[in-house]
């Protein structure tokens, strides 16, 4: 499902213990992020007992169900199924390996200050794939030895539909501000039902405002020279490539070139510390036919040619519109555009997608009479223009840097050579 997918959400059982089943047939569907899988049987047989149940999160490698499978499997399939006959002590095998892990752990443990409490990092790898928040982390009631959270109360906790979540700490100053507990009429309508992904986006949008202070600026550019380009070569391009050139592989090659000028835009935040990204791996906010949003990634854009890009964008396109993007399609991004534009935008203000530091959102590319200078003076044409609109996190990223990150982008896109050759 993935090289780098460390953990899976069981989303439902399609076969009960007890069923049988053909070589083939689906027997789970599994999320990773915002991705679903299904899991064929590796062969005939019957479905003894199921280790986890629907919404357990399963890290990768661990037994999820026991299965008597006909003669014709492999050998070295039925060795495995012998293997995985005693699941409660292999159980109890891997507890013990927490625990001593933990331990051994203790001096990188995150403590809070209003509790004696230490998360270890297991309870941290679950909070940071559910979008929690380390002071929501201390909110939580633990039942562990001295007050430690153990993984059962967080997951109880999410299932719990997260009741402090935006809850504010205790203080002891009386001119401090509080959210004010208000109760709202939120009228009578239609009742739907979030869906997985939306429930996803919508956790990742708050902790995402909660997490950085966001800093949006703006500028504006001038695309002509880009626009005529593309559309003189347009179609010499696909026909000589066998790929549309849409204005996307355009944008993520100009935006991958800005990034290698200013490396500390290609960034993450780790408490105290930024790391630096080697890869630049552009990230494409992209609607899916469900109108929720993934974001396919484009990995190392800045060491490839316009008609590899071009290849990867529409590749990863197509899979979005036919919901078969894969996990490794949707890791690893370190800068992220979103293009407003699509939708009749003027232009946007984006929320950082984490744990990023920006993000750049492109407007509708629109025409106007511009005040131009040309060699007989100033002159009014007709001009391709766009606005370009980039948030930050004000906590790594300041005005100097998220200016002039976002200025070298609009000079890129003005500076499109229009004798380029395809």
Known sequence: MGESITEGTIINWLVNEGDTFDEGDIILEVATDKVDNEVPA?????????????????????????????????????????KNEKPQSKKKEQKRKTVQAVSASTSNSFSVNN?????????????????????????????????????SDLFQYIEDGRPYKFAQPITQDPTAYRIPQLTFDKGKGKIVEMDRMRQMIADHMVYSKHTSPHVTAYVEADLTNMVNWRNTNKVSFQEKYGERLTFTPLFVEAVAKAVKDFPNINASVDGNTIIVKEDINIGMATALPSGNLIVPVVKNADTKDLKTLAENVNELAEKARGNKLAGDDIKGSTFTISNVGTFGSVMGTPIINQPEVAILALGIIKKRPEVIETENGDEIAIRSMMYLSLSFDHRVVDGFLGGSFLRRVADYFEQFDVNRKI
């Open 42 to 82: 590796p062969a005939s047989g019957v479905l003894i007992k199921t280790l986890f149940g629907a919404k357990d999160v399963v890290p990768v490698s661990e037994v999820i169900a026991l299965l008597e499978v006909s003669d014709t499997v492999k050998s070295s399939e039925k060795e495995t199924a012998i």
């Open 115 to 151: 509790a004696n409490t230490f998360f270890s990092p297991l309870i941290i790898e679950i909070a940071k794939e559910q979008h929690i928040s380390f002071e929501e982390l201390a909110r939580i009631p633990a039942t562990g030895h001295e007050g430690r959270l153990r993984k």
